[in-house]
């Protein structure tokens, strides 16, 4: 087991509601990215934040924004939910921002959007 | 842009036969590559990575891969299935350049048979 804890577990939402997703990294890791697994499929990045900035993104749009707080703990915001936003969502810490530095993954949350 | 291909979504092998799960890779640019595992309801676990260096890496739980790059492969192979080895495999490629993206595969399910 990781260091790494995700909130809630499971969660389930409407069609055009908001989310917070939270992860707690694990310790002395300043790096959180976050990623989508839809059920089947691997996991797609969404994105990176290093120090409290965003550090790179993958091919989401911005209704998908986060936050890294000064311990960095991280959440994920999704805004105007969409059937197809139901998945896993898993975060990741790491040492560093350069993807030599091995990610340790939190459980994931599970998202069902109705 | 990357992108990383698995060979066949199911592969099945009896305990103590060898385990090969394939993987290529495309990548305009020297890769770093990725082979995770996820065992049900459970975050991903790294089980090896290629940076650089030797192109023959060795991981956790017996399992190795080697970069070829000729052939754009990172084939993951462990000499000696066993019942606990059961899970989802995805492998990742990932570099320097691309702003922090991840590219995952779509995953393989190794099946052991007693």
């Given at each position: 087991?990781?260091?790494?804890?995700?909130?809630?577990?499971?969660?389930?939402?409407?069609?055009?509601?908001?989310?917070?997703?939270?992860?707690?990294?694990?310790?002395?890791?300043?790096?959180?990215?976050?990623?989508?697994?839809?059920?089947?499929?691997?996991?797609?990045?969404?994105?990176?934040?290093?120090?409290?900035?965003?550090?790179?993104?993958?091919?989401?749009?911005?209704?998908?924004?986060?936050?890294?707080?000064?311990?960095?703990?991280?959440?994920?915001?999704?805004?105007?939910?969409?059937?197809?936003?139901?998945?896993?969502?898993?975060?990741?810490?790491?040492?560093?921002?350069?993807?030599?530095?091995?990610?340790?993954?939190?459980?994931?949350?599970?998202?069902?959007?109705? | 842009?990357?992108?990383?291909?698995?060979?066949?979504?199911?592969?099945?092998?009896?305990?103590?036969?060898?385990?090969?799960?394939?993987?290529?890779?495309?990548?305009s640019v020297p890769p770093y590559l990725f082979w995770y595992v996820q065992y049900p309801n459970q975050g991903l676990q790294l089980?090896?990575?290629?940076?650089?260096?030797?192109?023959?890496?060795?991981?956790?739980?017996?399992?190795?891969?080697?970069?070829?790059?000729?052939?754009?492969?990172?084939?993951?192979?462990?000499?000696?299935?066993?019942?606990?080895?059961?899970?989802?495999?995805?492998?990742?490629?990932?570099?320097?350049?691309?702003?922090?993206?991840?590219?995952?595969?779509?995953?393989?399910?190794?099946?052991?048979?007693?």
């Amino acid at each position: 087991e990781t260091g790494v804890t995700q909130s809630p577990t499971h969660l389930i939402k409407t069609r055009g509601q908001q989310v917070t997703l939270r992860c707690s990294s694990q310790s002395g890791h300043n790096t959180v990215s976050w990623y989508q697994q839809a059920l089947g499929q691997g996991p797609q990045f969404i994105f990176q934040y290093y120090r409290e900035e965003e550090n790179g993104r993958g091919n989401f749009p911005p209704r998908f924004s986060g936050l890294q707080f000064p311990n960095y703990s991280s959440e994920l915001n999704v805004n105007a939910l969409e059937l197809d936003d139901s998945a896993l969502y898993l975060c990741a810490s790491s040492r560093g921002r350069d993807r030599t530095y091995e990610q340790y993954f939190g459980p994931g949350t599970r998202l069902t959007v109705t | 842009a990357q992108s990383v291909t698995q060979l066949g979504s199911h592969v099945s092998v009896s305990e103590g036969a060898l385990v090969l799960l394939r993987c290529n890779y495309s990548s305009s640019v020297p890769p770093y590559l990725f082979w995770y595992v996820q065992y049900p309801n459970q975050g991903l676990q790294l089980l090896l990575k290629y940076t650089t260096g030797a192109t023959l890496v060795k991981g956790i739980n017996g399992f190795e891969a080697e970069f070829k790059k000729s052939e754009t492969s990172f084939h993951l192979t462990k000499p000696s299935a066993h019942m606990s080895d059961a899970a989802e495999y995805f492998c990742a490629v990932s570099d320097l350049y691309n702003n922090n993206d991840m590219r995952f595969g779509a995953g393989t399910r190794l099946t052991v048979k007693p």
